[in-house]
């Protein structure tokens, strides 16, 4: 019997290798939002020590001009602050739409998978099958043989 050859191999392959790719996509989008979590922590450190430190020369009594501009950054703090919120709330919708690609991509190749054990299962049942028909065979010939040599 010739050597077990999964009729969709080569789709189960090509199936193996988008899986890979969407899921390294996963881990690119992943590693994106871990950039955008790590600066936005940056721009609440550096706006909460801007405002203490604007506290500080208030209270030291600067000029007016040194306060609006002190203000100005801290608003501007404050605005990239809540831009870098609305990247990490797209971001976050990106890997979940990635994540549901990923887990479709998963369940083709599990697909694949069992049909390839079935296909299996089939090939050894019929190899089985084949060896017992050789013994039988070869059975009932040997047994045709003693017959033929006991009348001869």
Avoid: P, W
């Avoid at 922590?41 to 020590?49: I, N």
């Avoid at 501009?69 to 709330?89: A, G, N, P, S």
């Amino acid at each position: 019997m010739k050597k077990f050859q999964f009729t969709l191999q080569r789709l189960k392959d090509y199936r193996e290798q988008e899986l890979d790719r969407q899921k390294n996509a996963l881990a690119v989008l992943q590693g994106d939002l871990k950039r955008l979590e790590g600066s936005l922590e940056e721009l609440k450190k550096t706006t909460a020590q801007q405002s203490s430190e604007l506290t500080e020369v208030c209270m030291k009594g600067a000029a007016a001009t040194e306060i609006a501009v002190r203000k100005r950054y801290i608003v501007t703090l404050q605005q990239d602050t809540h831009i870098r919120e609305q990247q990490i709330i797209e971001k976050k919708a990106e890997i979940e739409k990635q994540l549901s690609v990923v887990v479709d991509a998963t369940k083709d190749v599990k697909t694949l998978e069992m049909l390839e054990e079935k296909q299996l299962e089939e090939y050894h049942a019929a190899e089985v099958k084949e060896n017992e028909q050789f013994i039988e065979e070869f059975v009932s010939g040997q047994t045709v043989r003693e017959k033929i040599e006991s009348l001869g």
